[in-house]
């Protein structure tokens, strides 16, 4: 019989580690494993989810991402009741609330080995002293009954073992990593504009995010408030949504910009959004290691970014992009204005990324935790 494996993540909205989970899964080789997936019943991957073939789906309406004391229950008790049911050999557990439920219900109903990936960790230096006290404090008592533990940069690695989450060495590294091939497919260019209702003459300057505080959006119109006041020629682009659309929106009118600013929602074909962009920018707080990085970098595309966890890991410093603390709106400005204004260090640094960009292919990361699953089962 195959062991059995379940992967658990909260949500399928459209992010870089339900895109990694839902990647995984399907490369995941069928003559070796029987594999599960157990997630919330919303987002913009469940279609995509319910492509995958030889996966048992269930869909948990109690696993949300805010914190619900009355839901959280219902959702530990929902989740000891399938694996008591299914007896699976491997839980797999994504993000923090699918994370800390997921791993104490396989704890509590005797799984043999508890999994779990942090695409960059539920605490950060934005919160509350002791809000973060409490989820530092969750995530390492719960590291303790996990089996093996999965980072998706060194920076996330060494910001857990400096918070006590895991000892020096105790994790495996696997990449929120992308499919690279999909993203270097030659296709035409700028074949979105008129679409988008942008000129084709314009410089196109897009981030690509979902609209909630760890990505701090509000920021990046910002920056295009800044370089549009000396650059006629650029058009900015945000693709994504959420909870911060209102504020995104006032702080365009209150700008000014609103005829050089497109609000384009969610995009599901992500390789073609990238042929329609010459720079990429992402103004997050924190991060794991975003998908955005690796998608703009097979794309030929420069980044400029904010210098927060796993960015050095992707980013080299004027090299392939440039990288600025949070919130340094002008540092930001200056970077988008210095790339608009010299197309040759464009094309520069977008084959620069190009050139290193297999390291995040899925490919490696799918391999590598596999091997890890297979060293466990074979302890059995």
Request: aromatic letters at 8%.
């Amino acid at each position: 019989m195959k062991p059995k494996v379940i992967h658990v993540i909260t949500k399928l909205e459209l992010g870089g580690a339900q895109k990694v989970t839902l990647m995984t899964l399907e490369r995941l080789p069928r003559d070796r494993y029987e594999l599960g997936l157990v997630t919330g019943p919303d987002g913009l991957l469940v279609d995509w989810a319910n492509s995958i073939e030889n996966l048992d789906r269930v869909w948990l309406p109690s696993l949300i991402r805010e914190v619900r004391p009355v839901q959280d229950i219902k959702a530990l008790l929902s989740l000891m009741r399938l694996f008591r049911r299914e007896k699976p050999d491997i839980v797999h557990t994504h993000s923090s609330k699918a994370g800390i439920l997921g791993r104490w219900a396989a704890r509590l109903t005797g799984v043999p080995f508890i999994f779990h990936t942090a695409h960059g960790f539920g605490f950060h230096d934005f919160q509350r002293p002791m809000v973060k006290r409490i989820y530092v404090w969750l995530e390492r008592i719960t590291s303790r009954i996990t089996t093996k533990l999965v980072v998706v940069s060194y920076a996330n690695a060494e910001k857990g073992e400096r918070n006590g989450v895991f000892k020096r060495g105790d994790w495996i590294l696997c990449r929120d990593a992308i499919s690279v091939r999909e993203f270097m497919q030659p296709g035409p260019r700028r074949q979105m504009l008129k679409q988008w209702g942008i000129a084709p003459d314009k410089l196109v300057i897009g981030m690509i995010a979902c609209l909630k505080p760890q990505k701090s959006p509000v920021d990046f119109v910002d920056v295009a408030a800044r370089v549009l006041k000396e650059n006629k020629q650029a058009h900015f682009v945000l693709a994504g949504d959420g909870e911060l659309r209102p504020e995104v929106e006032k702080r365009i009118k209150d700008h000014g910009i609103s005829d050089r600013f497109t609000l384009l929602g969610w995009q599901t074909d992500m390789p073609e959004v990238y042929r329609n962009l010459d720079i990429v920018v992402l103004t997050s707080l924190w991060e794991g290691l975003p998908c955005v990085f690796s998608e703009a970098m097979a794309g030929d595309l420069p980044i400029v970014a904010t210098n927060v966890d796993g960015a050095r890991e992707a980013i080299v410093d004027g090299d392939n992009g440039f990288l600025h603390e949070p919130h340094d709106i002008e540092g930001m400005a200056a970077s988008v204005l210095k790339l608009l204004r010299d197309p040759e260090l464009r094309k520069t640094m977008g084959t620069r990324g190009k050139s290193r960009v297999m390291e995040f292919d899925i490919s490696t990361s799918v391999a590598s935790l596999e091997s890890a699953y297979r060293e466990c089962l074979e302890s059995l």
